[in-house]
């Protein structure tokens, strides 16, 4: 039995959302048990109003929370004030070993925020960010990240979004060495600002399979398994990818109905349109991966309709029954290991035998060294950043 805890409170429209596509993710997985978390009342009103049957009940718990983080509170607000928040609830039911997975709707920042410091990052990883593997021309999928947990990047928090975008790619695409590219403003080197620059060169001075610099086409070329930005550059290829989508749908229903031959025609079409219109639906890609966490968090956009909230539910399955945590927190030590053990190999100092040379400069590791500052958590506080 997976057990999969939903903060039903988060997100822009809350219990009218999470409690019809926890309901319908019952019907579709009769090996799920939902654990509801947010305010008592308000969820059994919620489940009574919708028709909830004695068999689906059996599968659902609800677990008390006395707050709620609205979108727009801050990062602050969320994790110091609001500590019985149905978010934070959500999130210790992971760290408890109650649940299997937790997903949420809500306020981005709060959400990354509260998850980071519930259920603490992975070693070697400073932030976690968010995932989703997007289906490309090749007939594969690449996965991009970040796509909004992070909008202040530095070139060392670059490097770690592709270890954990390798490791994921590795653990559920079961690519063995999977090519990671730098989303940037051309494929040459010399473009981007300082931070890709950077970011490039640490990639390249890895033990990642590093491709190079890559363009925005190329995520749906299907080039490279894995592609790298910060979360602002990241979030706006998503949103932008969904306008699309829907644009290009408004398109053909306009076209298909300009006439009466249009629409005879469209008749004709129709399971066609169908099949395409289920294939750029972006409700379907609802729900993303943050990694690097020690549990299995979902973030769903923050305007999910029921339909597209209950994708979201389906990724927490998924990554679960994959065994999505173990296989990307392995993947990530073994590329660690491998990063630390060039190191210091590369500052090794020469033996006597060795003819004398310059020695390399040092490859990075995985984590930033002792003399990088620490930085600041920056998030995004609206909840459909992701």
């Known amino acids: 039995m997976i057990r999969i805890a939903i903060d039903c409170m988060g997100g822009d429209f809350g219990l009218p959302v999470t409690i019809p596509a926890a309901l319908a993710f019952c019907d579709r997985q009769p090996d799920v048990r939902l654990l509801l978390t947010g305010l008592p009342d308000q969820i059994e009103a919620r489940l009574a109003e919708c028709g909830a049957t004695a068999s689906q009940r059996e599968r659902l718990t609800i677990v008390p929370a006395s707050e709620v983080v609205t979108m ?21 039911q992971v760290r408890d070993g109650l649940a299997d997975a937790c997903v949420s709707a809500g306020n981005t920042g709060a959400w990354m925020a509260i998850s980071r410091f519930v259920l603490k990052t992975l070693d070697g990883i400073d932030r976690p960010a968010i995932a989703k593997a997007i289906p490309n021309q090749a007939g594969r999928k690449t996965v991009v990240l970040d796509l909004g947990a992070n909008v202040d990047c530095t070139a060392e928090h670059l490097l770690q979004f592709a270890i954990l975008g390798s490791a994921m790619m590795s653990a559920v695409g079961h690519v063995e060495r999977p090519s990671v590219g730098l989303l940037n403003i051309g494929e040459e080197a010399i473009k981007g600002n300082e931070v890709v620059k950077q970011a490039s060169e640490l990639l390249r001075a890895s033990s990642l399979n590093f491709h190079g610099n890559v363009e925005g086409n190329d995520i749906y070329k299907g080039t490279v398994d894995v592609i790298v930005c910060d979360g602002f550059v990241g979030n706006v290829v998503l949103k932008a990818s969904e306008g699309m989508a829907r644009l290009l749908g408004g398109f053909l229903k306009e076209e298909f109905t300009r006439s009466f031959f249009s629409l005879l025609m469209a008749s004709v079409a129709r399971p066609v349109l169908n099949r395409f219109r289920g294939r750029v639906d972006p ?12 549990g299995v968090v979902i973030k769903s956009h923050g305007s999910a309709d029921a339909h597209s909230f209950e994708w979201a539910l389906r990724d927490a399955y998924d990554a679960v029954s994959t065994g999505l945590l173990a296989k990307t927190t392995q993947a990530v030590q073994q590329l660690t290991r491998v990063q ?47």
């Open 72 to 92: 727009d509170d801050k990062v602050e607000v969320a994790l110091r004030r609001k500590k019985d928040s149905s978010m934070r609830v959500a999130a210790a």
């Open 283 to 294: 409700r379907r890609y609802n729900g993303a991966s943050l990694l690097g966490l020690r």
């Open 340 to 386: 630390d053990a060039t190191a210091t190999a590369a500052t090794a100092p020469a033996t006597a035998a060795a003819p004398a040379a310059v020695a390399p400069s040092p490859v990075p590791s995985a984590a930033p060294s002792a003399a990088t500052p620490a930085a600041t958590l920056e998030t995004s506080t609206h909840g459909d950043n992701a």
